[in-house]
């Protein structure tokens, strides 16, 4: 398959829908049920106190990611439904361990459905939680793009005993990551840089991040060759989606590249991030549209939704310091006015 060929959100994965909340349970019966979508599962409480768990969720019939909070001390027994991948990313420790194994940093309990998980938790614990199908993850993965393939059973098969190793600075990344990805989810206008999570959106979080944390080694160049053809690309894509501009999840999943090399690659060519880069792209595009429209006939919001932005007031913002005036100003200036240069700016 040629990169050109992948397509970035076909439409059924467009319309995936998102499913988010918080449950709080005290009852070990109440318990047993919390992941019944996601796992043939049993808690064994060590005591009558304490027996409470708190997550937090968000995630698609494909995907899910979510962190959860341990009240007291248990033991956790099961296996994941169907045919998914799950990878657990501890954020507060309390001792405990995974198949009697103490917990080290960096290392990540990973399970596959048919293999048995015992987790044994103690109160104040909180952990991140990733899970996908292994058919969606295959998609997006398995077969070169830009970069190479990682499939499932290569990428698995570097855990030891079902723990796998990775760099802790970059787990403590993706857990920052993660978190507000989750948070946006959850409450969609708490964080303004970050952008509405689709359920496509965050199946595409879950991929980028299990792609990166599975990788073995860490990425710390990208040649020019290499980095020259991601950035095209990159640029191919964003055009294609016409007035829905993709996510850097769904770039990474489209170039079948980790997150750090799409940054590093950018880096390279432009000197600084997909996101700056392709945003400045955007209002560049928006002001020569509004300068060349006739104000009579022209909405301020018409255009910014074709330039891929859909938040009227973020556009504005952004506009403004951009080029000094506001894009309603700029679209009833008379036209000759010179064009502000900003970086990326595509004057063709």
Not at 195 to 207: H, K, R, S
Request: hydrophobic content about 40%; overall charge neutral.
């Amino acid at each position: 398959m040629r990169p050109r060929d992948r397509c970035i959100l076909p439409s059924a994965v467009r319309a995936t829908p998102l499913l988010s909340g918080h449950v709080r349970v005290d009852d070990p019966e109440e318990d047993n049920a919390v992941f019944e979508l996601l796992y043939d599962y049993e808690t064994v409480h060590l005591g009558r106190q304490g027996a409470s768990r708190e997550v937090s969720f968000a995630g698609t019939p494909a995907a899910a990611v979510y962190r959860e909070w341990i009240g007291g001390s248990s033991h956790n027994l099961g296996t994941l439904r169907g045919d998914k991948i799950a990878l657990c990313i501890p954020l507060v420790d309390t001792k405990s361990s995974w198949w009697g194994q103490p917990l080290k940093r960096g290392s990540l309990p990973i399970s596959r459905s048919g293999q048995s998980i015992h987790f044994t938790y103690h109160g104040g614990h909180q952990n991140l939680v990733l899970a996908v199908d292994r058919s969606v993850y295959e998609a997006a993965w398995a077969v070169d793009g830009v970069g190479p393939a990682m499939p499932c059973e290569s990428a698995v098969a570097a855990a030891r005993q079902q723990l796998l190793a990775s760099a802790p600075t970059r787990v403590a990344a993706w857990s920052r990551r993660l978190q507000r990805v989750l948070q946006a989810a959850l409450q969609p206008q708490a964080d303004p840089s970050m952008p509405v999570i689709t359920g496509a959106g965050l199946q595409n979080e879950v991929l980028t991040a299990l792609r990166s944390l599975l990788e073995n080694g860490r990425v710390d160049k990208v040649e020019q060759p290499l980095a020259e053809s991601i950035v095209e690309e990159t640029l191919v894509r964003v055009d294609a989606a016409v007035n829905d501009v993709p996510s850097v999840a769904d770039l990474c999943v489209a170039l079948n590249v980790s997150r750090r090399t799409l940054e590093m690659a950018f880096q390279r060519v432009t000197e600084t991030s997909p996101r700056q880069f392709l945003t400045q792209r955007q209002l560049n595009r928006s002001y020569c549209l509004l300068k060349q429209a006739n104000p009579v006939s022209t909405r301020v919001t018409d255009v910014a939704m074709a330039c891929g932005f859909h938040e009227l007031g973020r556009f504005a913002g952004r506009f403004k310091q951009a080029f000094g005036e506001s894009p309603r100003d700029t679209l009833h200036t008379r036209v000759g006015r010179a064009t502000p240069k900003v970086l990326g700016a595509d004057t063709d």
